[in-house]
């Protein structure tokens, strides 16, 4: 025979059901157990299921222990003394039969020996909560099959793993879902069709059991559910347990210890989340607010963390000194440990409740730009930098990191330099400008900024409101510059995660002008791995790992810059302000590759919203690049209108030379090269100043490349190519560029050398350039007389941008050579089964669309003329009269 079964309702608690089955194999054996555990445990439950193998009932009201037959007890903390000793006497009997229940609180010394008495043979059966698997198991037992995943975390999570919590909140919620839903309970349920209702009527239940305790139980339960520490100094002065000798510890250990027992806190803490908000539902809002506006300011005396106080009282209207106390407080700390949440909310309600607005004017503002408000960050840090004779030195400074920072987002970046130079007199890290100073061409200055010992000249005044004589002013107000000591006085700057990350950058961005760029890419890498973990990276000008992608997009390393951008969202690297810099340029890094639509969904990813400058710039140039690549020129003419406005808002800088040169080449190619003429001059001068470094010139002079080729200028189409040339060396990007450029200044000429053409073209394709090599091959295909090199290279296009297509059929010696352009459309035809070919299939479905042969013939890599044979090729053999009739044909064909 099986076992029986002591009943599905211990269903999740393994000890208890042991305990029955013991008992019900043999039920005349002697045995005595000690079942504890707090209110809800499971208690009653297990000692009903022991009295049923018994055969007999529970007695809560036991007369004097000497009853004669198996005897189970249910709460016996309850029970008078002499009870108790004689449940000791009879636990000790020889063959007795006895089960005890009781919670773990009050201790007295006469429950204590029955415990002693009881487990003499047999350890305690501690009842306590449930893991998944039980509430599984119990919400299994109640919706007769397996519970879907989510119910079970989220009654889990809710109850605590408290038995009896988690069987009423799974019987309300069976109730309120109703029969005809109760399948969105069960596994397998489809995603999303579940919808947990509150359960009100438990919330309700719990709030009036909470009255039924002793008040002061009640005042703990409240304080720990609105934040307070089970600490004895918070608990103390708070709970107002203060006694003759100025001590309330042990009376604080009595009342956690009755909460636990009576299941109002959990055995590792506070309140079950579901009893927490049953406590506070029945507390009513003024005594909660009370009770925080007292822990904030006891915490805040004793150094302590206030945060969670200043949560609550946030939206209350608190006002006064001390609350204004708190939510600085509470703002400072949210700033120094960081995390997502905003600590300006904090800042404002204490300037609402009364604290000065300008001595936090630039916390407010570090907090702003964390947060991703750059516009409050901004006009905060105006504030601070417009009012220097009554701020504090660190204030000035702070505020002119923050402005110089969200200056960098809004494309200002000569203006950031300008505020890294003013800041250094006072002793500002160095390091954190040399990102704007090589931006903008200053060199020498960047140099200096790493070397600090270099002298350097100054501007003459500083950025922001002069002839400040007080603090900040008499500090600020001295010529900036870099060179020269820091200011004495004050500690060497510690080696925080910051400061190295800072170091690292400024190094990186340095080496990328004057040095090796793999060494750069390497410095860059570092730093970004080094701000994973800190907020601080939304107080720099750019992240490093944008600045470390835009370095490998230049050396050929894609992979390396898609990493480290996939790296930087994941991590959210910069915050809020710096997740759309990171999201285009990973759509850049798949344009580049010839991946349009994760180019696509990059830019998408990023929404229709305002864009900062910089954003906007590297936004529009990737429509305007995607529009272009696609042919479309009906797309392309209104993004251009956007285009022309994000060139005008940004000046040149360093970091924005590749979308740039994308801008250029559209501006050509629509005939508007004037709108980008300024800013193409102001990049040469730019790099002109670096020294014209291979790195950040070539990805230049290849744009300016195209836009000649475009305009026919052959002159100026070999001056960039020979610069390409000149810049090749120790880079493979530049290299591959440089191989390619002649290449296409011969196409000019319809001069074509395929064998070479087609290793220039996959050179391209092998630093990332995919679509650049295959338009290379595909314009050199549709200039070449020859059918076979023709076949070739269209074959080398279609593959590096990832089209399918049949090789053309060779010509023999017997075929005599047709005109150019029918023979390129003979070649495509394919004697497949039906009136059209693929290729004319694929020239069909274009002309639908309304594009015409010039746009048809870029999108297949064939001329214009070409298309114009298949056009006619398809109009003989459908036998159309007129251009509305082959239209009518098509459509039925293609679909």
Same mark, same amino acid.
């Given at each position: 025979?099986?076992?029986?079964?002591? %009943?599905?309702?211990?269903?999740?608690?393994?000890?208890?059901?042991? @305990?029955?089955?013991?008992?019900?194999? +043999?039920?005349?054996?002697?045995? /005595?157990?000690? $079942?504890?555990?707090p209110a809800g445990a499971g208690k009653s439950t297990t000692l009903r299921a022991v009295a049923a193998a018994w055969s007999t009932s529970v007695t809560d009201s036991v007369r004097d222990g000497h009853e004669e037959g198996p005897l189970v007890v249910d709460d016996a903390h309850e029970l008078p003394a002499p009870v108790l000793d004689a449940l000791c006497e009879r636990a000790a009997r020889p063959g007795a039969r006895l089960v005890v229940a009781r919670r773990p609180w009050p201790r007295g010394p006469r429950l204590a020996a029955l415990g002693a008495a009881l487990s003499t043979h047999r350890p305690p059966l501690v009842l306590g909560t449930l893991d998944p698997t039980g509430v599984a198991a119990r919400a299994a037992r109640l919706?007769?099959?397996?519970?879907?995943?989510?119910? /079970?975390? #989220?009654?889990?999570?809710?109850?605590?793993?408290?038995?009896?919590?988690?069987?009423?909140?799974?019987?309300?919620?069976?109730?309120?879902?109703?029969?005809? #839903?109760?399948?969105?309970? $069960?596994? *397998?349920?489809?995603p999303g069709s579940l919808r947990v209702p /509150?359960?009100?009527?438990?919330?309700?239940?719990?709030?009036?059991?909470?009255?039924?305790?002793?008040?002061?139980?009640?005042?703990?339960? /409240?304080?720990?559910?609105?934040?307070?520490?089970?600490?004895?100094?918070?608990?103390?002065?708070l709970l107002g347990l203060l006694d003759s000798a100025g001590g309330g510890i042990d009376e604080v250990d009595e009342l956690v210890e009755e909460a636990r027992a009576a299941a109002v806190l959990t055995p590792t803490g506070g309140p079950a989340p579901l009893v927490a908000t049953a406590i506070l539902r029945a507390t009513p809002e003024a005594r909660r607010l009370e009770i925080r506006r007292t822990l904030a300011e006891i915490e805040l005396d004793r150094g302590g963390s206030v945060l969670t106080a200043a949560r609550g009282m946030l939206g209350t209207g608190a006002t006064g000194t001390r609350?204004?106390?708190?939510?600085?407080?509470?703002?400072?700390? @949210?700033?120094?440990?960081? %995390? +997502?949440e905003d600590a300006g909310p904090f800042y404002a309600a204490a300037v609402a409740a009364g604290a000065p607005a300008l001595p936090l004017a630039a916390r407010r503002a570090e907090a702003a730009i964390r947060a991703g408000r750059l516009d409050d960050a901004l006009a905060e840090a105006d504030q601070v930098l417009s009012s220097l004779d009554r701020v504090d030195v660190d204030d000035a400074l702070r505020a002119g990191t923050v402005a110089a920072a969200v200056l960098a987002h809004r494309g200002m970046l000569a203006r950031s330099a300008e505020l890294y130079r003013w800041m250094a007199g006072a002793g500002a890290p160095t390091a954190l400008a040399v990102p704007a100073l090589v931006g903008t061409g200053a060199l020498e200055e960047a140099r200096a900024a790493l070397h600090t010992t270099a002298p350097m000249p100054a501007p003459p005044s500083p950025p922001v409101p002069g002839g400040a004589p007080a603090s900040a002013g008499a500090v600020l107000g001295a010529p900036p510059g870099f060179g020269g000591s820091a200011p004495t006085g004050g500690p060497a700057r510690p080696p925080t995660l910051l400061a190295g990350a800072e170091e690292l950058t400024a190094q990186g961005v340095f080496d990328s002008v004057t040095g090796s760029p793999t060494r750069a890419l390497s410095q860059l890498a570092r730093a970004a791995a080094l701000l994973e973990s800190s907020t601080r990276a939304a107080l720099l000008p750019d992240t490093p790992a944008a600045l470390a992608a835009l370095v490998a997009v230049q050396t050929g390393e894609l992979e390396v810059a898609r990493s480290l951008l996939d790296r930087a969202v994941a991590v959210r690297l910069g915050g809020p302000a710096a997740a759309a810099r990171h999201r285009l340029l990973l759509g850049w890094i798949a344009l580049n590759r010839g991946a349009f639509g994760s180019a696509r969904t990059h830019l998408d990813a990023v929404g229709t919203g305002p864009l900062e400058p910089r954003d906007e710039l590297l936004a529009s140039a990737l429509e305007v690049a995607l529009a272009r690549r696609a042919g479309d020129l009906a797309t392309l003419m209104p993004l251009w209108g956007r285009a022309r406005e994000a060139i005008v808002r940004h000046p040149v800088d360093l970091f924005v030379l590749q979308p740039l040169g994308e801008l250029a080449i559209a501006a050509t190619r629509l005939r508007e090269p004037s709108w980008v003429r300024p800013h193409l001059d102001e990049a040469e001068a730019l790099l002109d100043r670096l020294g014209s470094p291979p790195l950040w010139a070539a990805p230049l002079h290849w744009a300016r490349l195209h836009t000649a080729i475009l305009?026919?200028? &052959?002159?100026?189409?070999?001056?960039?190519?020979?610069?390409l040339q000149g810049s090749a060396c120790g880079s493979r990007f530049a290299e591959a560029m440089a191989v390619a450029a002649p290449h296409w200044v011969a196409l000019l000429d319809s001069r074509v050398d395929a064998v070479a053409v087609e290793a220039a073209a996959r050179g391209l394709h092998a630093v990332g350039l995919s679509w650049d090599g295959g338009k290379l091959a595909g314009q050199a295909a549709i200039r070449t007389d020859d059918r076979r090199? !023709?076949?070739?290279?269209?074959?080398?296009?279609?593959?590096?941008?990832?089209?399918?297509?049949?090789?053309?059929?060779? &010509?023999?010696?017997?075929?005599?050579?047709?005109?150019?352009?029918?023979?390129?459309?003979?070649?495509?035809?394919?004697?497949?089964? *039906?009136?059209?070919?693929?290729?004319?299939?694929?020239?069909?479905?274009?002309? @639908?669309?309304?594009?015409?042969?010039?746009?048809? *013939?870029?999108?297949?890599?064939?001329?214009?003329?070409?298309?114009? #044979? #298949?056009?006619?090729? !398809?109009?003989?053999?459908? %036998?159309?009269t007129s251009r509305g009739e082959l239209f009518a044909q098509l459509k039925r064909i293609v679909g």
């Open positions: 025979m099986s076992e029986p079964d002591p %009943g599905e309702a211990l269903a999740g608690s393994p000890a208890a059901r042991r @305990l029955v089955r013991a008992i019900a194999a +043999d039920p005349g054996a002697g045995l /005595v157990c000690d $079942v504890v555990g919706l007769g099959g397996p519970a879907a995943e989510p119910l /079970v975390e #989220h009654v889990h999570t809710r109850t605590a793993g408290q038995p009896a919590l988690v069987d009423r909140m799974l019987a309300e919620i069976v109730e309120r879902i109703g029969p005809q #839903h109760r399948s969105r309970l $069960v596994r *397998g349920a489809p /509150v359960p009100t009527g438990l919330l309700d239940q719990l709030g009036h059991r909470l009255w039924a305790l002793d008040a002061r139980v009640r005042e703990l339960a /409240v304080a720990v559910a609105l934040g307070a520490p089970l600490d004895a100094e918070v608990l103390v002065p609350s204004a106390e708190v939510f600085t407080a509470a703002g400072d700390e @949210l700033a120094r440990t960081g %995390g +997502d305009a026919e200028d &052959r002159e100026e189409a070999a001056a960039h190519a020979a610069a090199a !023709m076949s070739t290279l269209l074959t080398c296009a279609r593959a590096l941008q990832g089209q399918q297509g049949q090789p053309a059929p060779a &010509r023999t010696s017997s075929t005599p050579d047709p005109a150019p352009e029918a023979a390129r459309a003979a070649a495509e035809e394919d004697p497949a089964d *039906g009136p059209l070919s693929d290729r004319e299939r694929e020239v069909a479905a274009l002309v @639908l669309e309304g594009l015409t042969y010039k746009q048809i *013939g870029e999108k297949l890599f064939i001329s214009a003329k070409t298309v114009e #044979h #298949h056009v006619a090729r !398809m109009r003989q053999r459908l %036998g159309s």
